[in-house]
T-cell receptor
Framework: EAGVVQSPRYKIIEKKQPVAFWCNPI?????LYWYLQNLGQGPELLIR????????DSQLPKDRFSAERLKGVDSTLKIQPAELGDSAVYLC?????????????FGPGTRLTVL | GESVGLHLPTLSVQEGDNSIINCAYS??????FIWYKQESGKGPQFIID?????DKRQGQRVTVLLNKTVKHLSLQIAATQPGDSAVYFC??????????FGQGTELSVKP
């Protein structure tokens, strides 16, 4: 069974440019998470989807970050415009059911470098 | 605020020895903890979890101990192997599935 797929794996952009990350969760998984991981730190939740609904986006900086999961499967996370401090690894995770009780399976992440 | 943290950022052990990685938490109401392993270039991988109604849980070569009195948990890895080299995170799972991660301990296994 394929795991969580993320693309691109690496992205280098200049500040003030837009950037988008894509995530394909494990087939059949209803809950999808986006996490931000700074160097040497643990991941921090940005947003959680149950099917196509964003049920927790309290940690998402909405002035520059946006996310969508239109059909309840794939998801994209966008930053516009990117700032130097956005350099980090962006992780996507999924779990089978809604409610948050299941194990979360993480993708390999997208490493973003903002110059 | 609430926090989950690890005692040591790095740990070096000899292959075949046992490893112990520690973690402290601040909220006495916390009731579900998970240990994750993260290898370079990969996302965190679930290792083992424990609920607050347990003191100990064992998996394959891993044991998690929970001491609610001092708000401390530990991950013990038996007969540590080179493949165990990674960063280990303890995390608290909160309502809705939100994970609060600690900062991580990097385990290095010397051959």
């Amino acid at each position: 069974e394929a795991g969580v797929v993320q693309s691109p794996r690496y992205k280098i952009i200049e500040k003030k440019q837009p950037v988008a990350f894509w995530c394909n969760p494990i087939s059949g998984h209803n809950t999808l998470y986006w996490y931000l991981q700074n160097l040497g730190q643990g991941p921090e939740l940005l947003i959680r989807y149950e099917n196509e609904e964003a049920v927790d986006d309290s940690q998402l900086p909405k002035d520059r970050f946006s996310a969508e999961r239109l059909k309840g499967v794939d998801s994209t996370l966008k930053i516009q415009p990117a700032e130097l401090g956005d350099s980090a690894v962006y992780l996507c995770a999924s779990s089978p059911r809604t409610g948050g009780t299941d194990t979360q399976y993480f993708g390999p992440g997208t490493r973003l470098t903002v110059l | 605020g609430e926090s989950v943290g690890l005692h040591l950022p790095t740990l070096s052990v000899q292959e075949g020895d046992n490893s112990i990685i520690n973690c402290a938490y601040s909220n006495s109401a916390s009731d579900y903890f998970i240990w994750y392993k993260q290898e370079s270039g990969k996302g965190p991988q679930f290792i083992i979890d424990i609920r607050s109604n347990m003191d100990k849980r064992q998996g394959q070569r891993v044991t998690v101990l929970l001491n609610k009195t001092v708000k401390h948990l530990s991950l013990q890895i038996a007969a540590t192997q080179p493949g165990d080299s990674a960063v280990y995170f303890c995390a608290e799972k909160k309502e809705g599935g939100k994970l609060i991660f600690g900062q991580g301990t990097e385990l290095s296994v010397k051959p």
